[in-house]
């Protein structure tokens, strides 16, 4: 509906309209600073931006996708992201000693799309075995503050990987040089590693098949239809259990890709997921509980945030500033920068 | 109302109506007295009266305290402090640098030190608390992020990683002092929490946490209460903080990390939540536990928190009132066979 009405206005209205919302001023903002920091410390900013925007962009839509349609503030949601570093490395590693043996040039531009891809349904395994055991027989106890149980069982569920995780494979880091074994590419005078530029190009693909998969298919309509009214949705014969499961298995898939696809910068070990979790969670509150699709542009926005502090700042204040930053935030507009999809931000 | 039930229960045992008045008065049961009583004691009943031994019994009664803090703003309102550590955290080193700095005796510095700790929880709770419960929660959990990361950075206030040497209160190698310090200071917690609960206050927490609709219909404003109750949360952990930083010495920011929010979270939910004593009643028997694990299985690093964390879920899913409506469940069945 909304659509509809957008397109019966003339595009510079709504143009307008959008730019000067708190959602168009951010982007432009974001858009200039980045472009001055840019001029000011060199083009790394942006690539760094970007590279490390679109992995948060993708860890944050799983977390808001999950938020939106199952009502679960997932603690979790870090742990996918661990549980996908470590299938690629397991995939990957084997796969990069054997290439070194008997080198073969398609096997080895192949393979770590091989890891990848693996760590996504690993991942979406976890989230479907997750909902099934856990939170759907919580829904069937009891839906009574089922935010704040289910947000405690995530924690639950996160303490129990980490530590399991740990006592299986051990504390040390389990990380790789690079992916691909090639020479960086020159890009406006930064040296661009391939692996970088795969991992954007990957999160950029992802995005686009991901909203195509929501808008334009019957089953991402469904979905969409349960996040909006879970009693409406079944009273057109939608299968709630079937969505919710997948909603999970899509969000835990896509956090675990991110995973994967950044493993060259963070290495797997037990508590590898932490800084990805609060990061998707910056990000899910920055723009707005639920918001699906401006967590991808938060997701560039808390990364510019990020690269900009540890650049003029300093390394390790990466939590304090954007902590202060959604505190500004929270004061002033509680429901998000773009405004929240989930009803009831105010405590009724 | 299960305290009323025991206390009734043991009116013919005890047969003096002033004393039974007294603990209404405190909120202890007499099953409770009677756990105190042998708390007190066994210090120095062998094998506890080895140092290692009272150790845990000191960790144990700090973690019990901090549960049944803990309690109070999750059983009541329905709110996790998800950065509880972090206020702890920041009772510890208020008190501990002022020590250290001012040289500020520590017996007064663990009172000073609640002070910003509660501040800080109220500009928090002041923030979060007219929004939905889990903003409160991710807020605080922010905020302690934002404190852990302040103390690792600011190395040449708190020394960072290296950690802060600060002076002990008592003058003494034994642990057993201390033990009595930790316990009294639990049941100071546990009686003033239980006071409130029982005023007016209580009443709107448990409408709050119930039916926030309905409490707000019966002229209550929620957040006025939950900012209360926020407040004083982390009021108490300031306090236990400040214990923290005088009785191991040393404080690093690993104290503040979100684990140990999560130890908290996990006892408090076993024990029972909207029990008050159900946390620091489980957490004795845990403690010993888990200490005991860590010491016979060094080389398995962890299994305690998977123990934490399995329970936490287990509970939650299939046994939503914890330890304390096991209890209750229990007392009840003994008084049915008793009456047939």
């Known amino acids: ?348 | 109302m299960e305290n009323n039930a025991q206390a009734a229960l043991s009116d013919g045992a005890t047969g003096n109506g002033r004393f039974t008045a007294l603990l209404n008065a405190t909120g202890i049961s007499p099953t409770g007295l009677t756990m105190i009583i042998i708390l007190l004691v066994l210090p120095f009943i062998p094998p506890f009266n080895q140092e290692h031994i009272l150790r845990w019994l000191v960790s144990a009664a700090l973690l019990g305290a901090q549960a049944i803090a803990f309690d109070f703003t999750t059983g009541y309102i329905n709110v996790v402090n998800f950065g509880f550590a972090a206020f702890l955290g920041v009772g510890a080193y208020t008190s501990g640098l002022l020590a250290v700095n001012l040289g500020l005796s520590p017996w007064v510095g663990i009172f000073v030190g609640a002070i910003p700790a509660a501040l800080i929880g109220f500009l928090t709770g002041l923030l979060t608390l007219r929004l939905r419960g889990i903003f409160a929660a991710v807020m605080a959990w922010f905020v302690g992020l934002a404190l852990l990361g302040l103390t690792r950075n600011l190395v040449d206030l708190t020394r960072g990683p290296m950690g802060l040497s600060t002076p002990t209160l008592l003058n003494t190698s034994s642990n057993r002092p201390y033990f009595y310090i930790i316990l009294a200071m639990m049941l100071i917690t546990y009686i003033v929490l239980r006071k409130i609960i029982g005023s007016r206050y209580g009443l709107a927490f448990r409408a709050i946490g119930q039916n926030m609709d309905a409490a707000r219909a019966s002229g209550i404003n929620p957040t006025y209460y939950r900012v209360f109750n926020f407040t004083v949360q982390c009021l108490f952990a300031g306090w236990l903080g400040g214990f923290y930083a005088h009785y191991f010495g040393i404080l690093t920011p690993q104290l503040m990390l979100t684990a140990r929010t999560v130890e908290v979270l996990a006892i408090a939910y076993i024990g029972g939540r909207g029990s008050l004593w159900g946390g620091a009643a489980v957490a004795f028997p845990f403690i010993f536990l888990i200490e005991a694990l860590r010491s016979n299985l060094t080389e398995l690093p962890g299994l305690h928190l998977v123990i934490y964390g399995l329970l936490l879920v287990l509970v939650m899913i299939f046994y939503p009132g914890g330890f304390a409506a096991f209890y209750k469940r229990a007392v009840a069945w003994v008084k049915g066979l008793r009456d047939r």
């Open chain 1, 1 to 348: 509906m909304k659509d509809e009405a957008l397109l019966k206005e003339p595009f510079p209205v709504v143009f307008r309209r959008w730019m000067t919302s708190a959602g168009g001023i951010t982007i432009l903002l974001t858009i200039v600073v980045a472009i001055i920091a840019a001029i000011d410390a060199g083009p790394f900013i942006i690539v760094n931006t970007v590279v490390t925007g679109g992995m948060w962009a993708l860890l944050s839509l799983g977390l808001s996708l999950v938020f939106g349609v199952m009502n679960i503030p997932n603690f979790a949601h870090g742990e996918f992201f661990l549980i996908g570093s470590l299938t690629a490395y397991f995939t990957f590693n084997p796969l990069r000693l054997y290439l070194k043996e008997n080198p073969s040039p398609f096997l080895s531009a192949i393979a770590p799309l091989l890891g990848i891809f693996l760590a996504f349904f690993v991942g979406a395994l976890l989230g479907v075995i997750l909902e099934k055991l856990i939170f759907s027989p919580l829904r069937k106890r009891s839906r009574d503050q089922w935010v704040m149980n289910s947000f405690l069982l995530t924690v639950g569920i996160s303490v129990v990987i980490i530590n399991s995780v740990q006592l299986t494979w051990g504390a040390n880091f389990k990380g790789i040089p690079n992916y691909w074994n090639v020479d960086p590419l020159d890009f406006l005078g930064v040296n661009l590693s391939v692996d970088r530029l795969a991992a954007f190009l990957l999160a950029v693909v992802t995005l686009i098949v991901f909203w195509y998969f929501m808008r334009r298919t019957q089953t991402g309509r469904a979905v969409r239809a349960v996040a909006q009214d879970e009693t409406g949705a079944l009273m057109v014969g939608i299968n709630l259990n079937y969505i919710l499961s997948l909603t999970m298995a899509l969000s835990a898939g896509l956090a675990a890709m991110a995973g994967a696809s950044l493993l060259f910068i963070f290495p797997a070990y037990p508590t590898a997921g932490l800084k990805p979790l609060y990061v998707a969670w910056y990000v899910v509150i920055l723009v707005g509980l639920g918001n699906v699709s401006a967590a991808v542009v938060g997701g560039f926005i808390v990364a510019l945030l990020q690269t900009l502090t540890s650049f003029y700042v300093g390394t390790g204040w990466e939590d304090v500033i954007p902590t202060a930053v959604i505190i500004i935030m929270l004061i002033f507009k509680p429901s998000g920068l773009f405004g929240s999809e989930v009803k009831g931000i105010q405590e009724r």
